[in-house]
């Protein structure tokens, strides 16, 4: 071949390459988010924060379009969404997973399980949670990721005073599935309930419910229990450390060139830090709220402390014993939690003001 054209035939391949290049640059990815959150709760405005920032971040080239609770699927239909891709991503609980397999049901923090956040985070974040969660959802095609903690929930709202496990004994409970509710059936005698937040409040109205468990004092306060319930049972032993999670489409994640993964990893990590300290800001004001608004609290008593911790005991029992990798599951964090325990008995507070 001629110089002349050698010369031309580079130029050409070296046009159609950088070309290809800047497309994959310029190419859009639109994708949808169910959130399990209503769409006046902070963790959903911070989502559609987030969104916001991906799309600064990207130049546009990946849109993700934040839908609260219910708009495409609701609940555990959260989890299936993401794995047949009619949503691109998915944020809800992991134990509303627990139908898909029955490790989900303990992956969340269950009662007596870890006691404060901090050391939910830890385990997530810097120890072997997140890998453990995956090999759960990648057999569903789906990658897993820790959303943000709301630490202890609040407890049960009512009308009437509740004020011990006796008082529950054939009470309709509205709680979400798997270890907590199954813990909280067995301590009481109670009838749990796992109805989604657009159910609660009309159920509660109609007195198709007597008692009501949703999220923290904040997430309470934000789903108007308040104006229909004037008693309150606090803390939420069930479930100490909860946490929520984002589910991604493991197909539409590997289309990504990688610096949109990288943004998008980023962005969660962002969302995470943030949602988790301007809730647990927001759950203090709130409970300055209910106590403003009349609200009469109860606490549980040491009996039934003992009660709950004898049902999570044998409750557990039966999970490790359902397959190997529940019992794995509760062994790992049951061994970090014992780590964790003894260096804070050292350096955990030293006095109280």
């Not at 009309?202 to 904040?218: C, F, K, M, Q, R």
């Not at 106590?291 to 004898?310: A, I, P």
Request: proline share 5%; with cysteine.
């Amino acid at each position: 071949m001629p110089l002349k054209n050698l010369s031309y035939f580079l130029l050409f391949c070296a046009a159609f390459l950088i070309s290809g290049c800047i497309e994959e640059e310029t190419k859009t990815y639109s994708w949808k988010l169910q959130s399990h959150a209503v769409s006046t709760s902070l963790d959903y405005q911070e989502l559609v924060v987030m969104t916001d920032n991906i799309r600064t971040m990207s130049g546009g080239r990946l849109d993700i379009t934040p839908y609260p609770a219910g708009a495409v699927v609701s609940g555990p239909r959260i989890y299936e969404a993401v794995g047949d891709r009619t949503i691109e991503m998915g944020n809800g609980w992991p134990n509303w997973w627990s139908g898909q397999h029955p490790a989900w049901a303990v992956m969340n923090a269950g009662p007596f399980d870890f006691m404060n956040l901090d050391a939910s985070m830890m385990f997530f974040i810097a120890g072997e949670g997140t890998a453990l969660a995956n090999e759960l959802s990648e057999q569903k095609g789906i990658i897993w990721r820790p959303a943000w903690w709301p630490g202890m929930e609040f407890g049960l709202l009512s009308k009437k005073p509740i004020r011990g496990l006796l008082d529950l004994n054939e009470k309709r409970v509205r709680i979400g599935p798997g270890l907590p509710s199954e813990v909280l059936a067995a301590a009481s005698g109670a009838y749990t309930i796992p109805l989604v937040p657009s159910e609660i409040r009309p159920a509660l109205e109609n007195d198709n419910l007597d008692a009501v468990e949703w999220t923290t004092t904040a997430g309470a306060w934000n789903l108007g229990l308040q104006d229909i319930s004037r008693y309150a049972i606090v803390p939420a032993i069930w479930q100490p450390s909860v946490l929520a999670d984002f589910l991604i489409n493991k197909k539409a994640y590997a289309e990504l060139p990688i610096d949109l993964q990288a943004i998008l990893e980023t962005a969660i990590k962002s969302y995470t830090l943030t949602t988790t300290m301007k809730a647990k800001k927001e759950d203090i004001n709130a409970l300055k709220l209910f106590k403003d608004n009349g609200t009469v609290f109860s606490q549980w008593s040491e009996e039934d402390l003992s009660r709950l911790r004898e049902a999570s005991d044998q409750i557990l029992e039966t999970y490790k014993a359902k397959d190997v990798f529940s019992r794995r599951l509760i062994e790992k964090k049951q061994a970090f939690k014992a780590e964790y325990n003894t260096y804070y008995e050292m350096f955990g507070p030293y006095e109280k003001q």
